[in-house]
């Protein structure tokens, strides 16, 4: 596309071209107006001088006769910028006055005429024009008087070439307005457009240029950014995820492979077959399910499960998860128990159950090891919250309350606990801190709760439990917001 | 696993007709093999089309719909085999796996959902416990396994002249675990009927629940009635039948 056509497109010089249409119009229509008023003003003025002083000179040839007309008349015409006068026989011949020639035939006819002349005195050839009244007298004789016309036309034509030049420059102001306005939207938006294609060749880290002016554009621009920041953060959370499936599955992946090819040249006879394709299908379930709860990750992540929201209450997922633990817990020598009051939330159910269930899984995986007479370190908070289950340290215990409008699911251990220099970090997928790399699992647990609290718009925190970890999902309660009427005795969160 | 197939067989006494909806080639000759192996009858069919006017057209009693397809896919086959009256049960096979996928596919019409990659001996289970109830087992009120014997209104349960005293979540278990009786019930079909959870334990959860009620219910006695299918999950039923 050319830059006029580029030009030509954008709305607002479109815009700019129809309103210059309506001014110009307008602006002409006024002139015009105007000019028609004037001439007939002008007209309406001549031709009652005329119509004056034809009855005055007639009164002058009632009264005086010939003699007196012609004396009276050539008087007037010696005037300077007088008027047309002219006396003549009725057979047409010139008796006084100041007019040269007329166009034949004006003479004969008795009333207003416009007409071609030319003065008696004077010399150019050029013709003018006049409107003039014949009358004729008594006599026979013929009067006309008849005034120049070139004052009407000289108005005209100021108010004429007025019209045009006002025409004209409403024209080009417009236009070069219209120009300027569009070409600095077109700039903008070519920035934008520039900008934006470079973001879909790849470059996400690309921003539009946002003004400050505050107009319409940088706000469009404002929240386009903000728009491709989620892009971009999504993009980021899938290409982590990819780059550690890539990492992380690919050391099982190998695993399973040299185990296959090692069998094959190995193996002698069925039963050892048999090992190596069982061992073979275990590490591949253990496979899939790390891609599962990677695929889940992803999908929390980025918001796809916030279909299926209901409301429902929290407590009972905790004492659905303590009875499903329980039992798991007593055959690791740990006691599960469970605080749980009527929590109402509104939440993917299933999605929260499986946070719940990880981080409980973690605590009967982590907890049990009873830490080593570890000394906490100075930093310890005065509040020792913990402070009377110290030492019953083989317990889990399972919350679930109302904070304000907050729902807090939290699992408490007194175990080993994560050092607090590590605890961001043990959310990050696949961190399994060295302490715990002996130990079944993908790594993935906490880093679904987390992400699980994120799709809620809530958090996973871990902190000290002096001794041990506790690990606290504090989710909106936005009870209310989905389908399920809210109940009546929940304080509405009106976010 | 081929041994665990045997066992399976020998267990299943009724042949079953099934048909598989699956446009991918390898699997689904690797699916009609192995129903096969285990005595079953597989056709196979492998579009949504072709699908729908077999299972439109056949007597069978469980259908394994991949959930895409091509020309129609598998939600859409079901429905309208549901639209027509067909209710023979459908198990939906499916790469997406999450849970809102299962929601969405149950109500379209399936019976059961499973995800992909999935162990041939979980699909066999489900199938089978889906061909049951298509057959129509009696919602007896009280189940009876050997001398065990669960009775649903009163909630007694009692093995032989003993009566037994069971939490109520392994009361559910037990009940479950003998309306399918002589079926092979996986971990995963535990977790999601007796505790309606649908997602994946990393540990060993359900196998100590298994483990309290086998204690209740076969500690001390001479037979045991709750065995452990390695590779595939439970079963309950009478050893000497």
Redesign the interface.
Known sequence: MTAFGKLFRTTAFRLTLVYLLLFALFAASLLGYFAWNTRRLITDQITSTVGEEIGLLSDVFNRRGLRGLVFAIENRALRPGSNLYLVTTPAGLAVAGNVGSLQPGVITSTGWTETAYRRLDEQDKADHRALVRVTELSNGFRLLIGRDLEERRRIFGVVASAAQWSVLIVVILGLGGGIFVARRVLHRIDAMTGTTQRIMAGDLSGRLPVGRSGDELDRLAGNLNAMLERIEALMMGLKEVSDNIAHDLKTPLTRLRNRAEEALAKSSNESEYRAALERTIEESDGLIRTFNALLMIARAESGQARDNMVDFDAAEVAQGIHELYEPLAEDNGLMLNVQAEPAPLHGNRELISQALANLVENAIKYGQSKPVAQPLGADVPDVAVAANTATADKTILIEARRDGDRVILGVIDHGSGIPEADRKHAIERFVRLEASRTLPGSGLGLSLASAVATLHGGDLTLSDAQPGLRAILSIPARIGEGLAAPTPDVQQNGA | ?VTERRTLLADSSNQMRLLIIEDDRESADYLVKAFREVGHVAELASDGEEGLSLADGGDYDVLVIDRMLPKRDGLSVIGSLRDKGNRTPALILSAL????DR?KGLRAGGDDYL?K?Y?FAELLARVEVLSRRHGGPAEDTVYRVGDLELDRLSHRVARGADELTLQP?EFRLLEYLMKHAGQVVTRTMLLENV?D?????????ID??IS?LRSKIDKGFERPLLHTIR?AGYMIRDGVR
Do not use: E, K, L, S
């Open positions: 696993m796996g999450q849970v809102d929601i995800p990659p162990a979540r505790w959870y649908h997602f994946d334990p990393q540990t060993n959860v100590v629940h309290r590779g």
